[in-house]
């Protein structure tokens, strides 16, 4: 993840994801061709809590759609999900915590930040999240 004051980078960060249960259940449902289990949406929120197997939401919740064709298959073993989050977007949110959503809101995985990043009006945030399997 990158986020931007204009053409000035001020933070890049990378960690990794947890899949969580919820996420399992959104993956069987794709296997059997279940309408809403597609992951399309990302979402940022404000808890520092642990990424836990069990969670199922963000804590005070932007969730948004990511763009058409936001989605790539780096490897036969992973997919890339790009996202962004424009300066209209989730202003005066302390994002502590990402997640990746299914069409129906269902939480497919979870990850935390060690520190807020204050999201306001002059800060763009654009990056890629991969599941490898």
Known sequence: MRAW???????????HNLVVDSGRQILTRALR??????????????????ADVGDTVLVDAFIKRMDSGAYRHPSNRSVE???????????GLAIMEIGLFSEDENLFARKVRS??????????IEGTWTITY
């Not at 000035?8 to 960060?13: G, S």
């Not at 999900?81 to 202003?91: E, I, K, M």
């Not at 999201?119 to 763009?124: E, G, H, I, P, Q």
């Open 5 to 15: 004051r204009g053409k000035t980078l001020v933070e890049a960060w990378r960690e």
């Open 81 to 91: 999900f790009s996202f962004n989050l424009t300066n209209l977007q989730a202003n």
């Open 115 to 124: 520190e807020p990043l204050n999201k306001t009006a002059d800060l763009y």
């Open 33 to 50: 061709g279940d309408a809403g289990s597609e992951v399309t949406k990302i979402g940022f929120g404000t808890s520092d809590l642990a």
